[in-house]
């Protein structure tokens, strides 16, 4: 069974201090792998699309890297407009599944 | 602002009344979904349209009836909904239906407060 399991469930950074964010998955035929940015009450914006390991991209403060078994979400030198619920969804041949997401705080 | 716009953003209900949740996308996509966000908890897909044709219904109670009456349209009826479906509601859309890399993109969500 597809899982998708992402990691901290919750990270606080000061202003500036880089982190990453991790997502780990297992699936049947890979067809993409999305991160998305919530903030609170609001529904998911989209960041980013992997389709194959070794593939990167990046928006701003923001790097997405992909291998076989997991993806990070690089984060440069956060603001506190960072802040925000981090989700990470990978979907497979027969269906698409969602991770419980990690809530980042970035303090001025 | 987001090319799939949900209306109501907050709806409190009681048990016994009937209500629907709308929503319409403006990106020219095929396939339309219902997601139901509890706290902590993943993303739940409920429907899955796909020019306009229901291809996924997640074991969803009845209580929930989606309808989509064109690709660009789709509405979820509530019934008689017990406290526990209280949670965010959210629609979104993608090129198609198919599990083929498509991007699926969100609105803001209906709040939903069953009391």
């Known amino acids: 069974e597809d899982q998708v399991t992402q990691s901290p469930e919750a990270l606080r950074l000061q202003e500036g201090e880089s982190s990453s964010l991790n997502c780990s998955y297992t699936?049947?035929?890979?067809?993409?792998l999305f991160w998305y940015r919530q903030d609170p009450g609001k529904g998911p914006e989209f960041l980013f699309t992997l389709y194959s390991a070794g593939e990167e991209k990046e928006k701003e403060r923001l790097k997405a890297t992909l291998t076989k078994k997991e993806s990070f979400l690089h984060i440069t030198a956060p603001k506190p407009e960072d802040s925000a619920t981090y989700l990470c969804a990978v979907q497979g041949n027969n269906d698409m599944r969602f991770g419980a997401g990690t809530r980042l705080t970035v303090k001025p | 602002e987001t090319g799939v716009t949900q209306t109501p953003r907050h709806l409190v209900m009681g048990m016994t009344n009937k209500k629907s949740l709308k929503c319409e996308q403006h990106l020219g996509h095929n396939a339309m979904y219902w997601y139901k966000q509890s706290a902590k908890k993943p993303l739940e897909l409920m429907f899955v349209?796909?020019?306009?044709?229901?291809?996924e219904n997640n074991s969803v109670p009845s209580r929930f009836s989606p309808e989509c009456p064109n690709s660009s349209h789709l509405f979820l009826h509530l019934h008689t909904l017990q406290p526990e479906d209280s949670a965010l509601y959210l629609c979104?859309?993608?090129?198609?239906?198919?599990?083929?890399?498509?991007?699926?993109?969100f609105g803001e969500g209906s709040w939903l407060t069953v009391v």
């Open positions: 349209y796909n020019f306009k044709e229901q291809t």
């Open positions: 699936v049947s035929g890979l067809r993409g």
């Open positions: 979104a859309s993608s090129q198609d239906g198919s599990y083929s890399g498509n991007t699926i993109y």
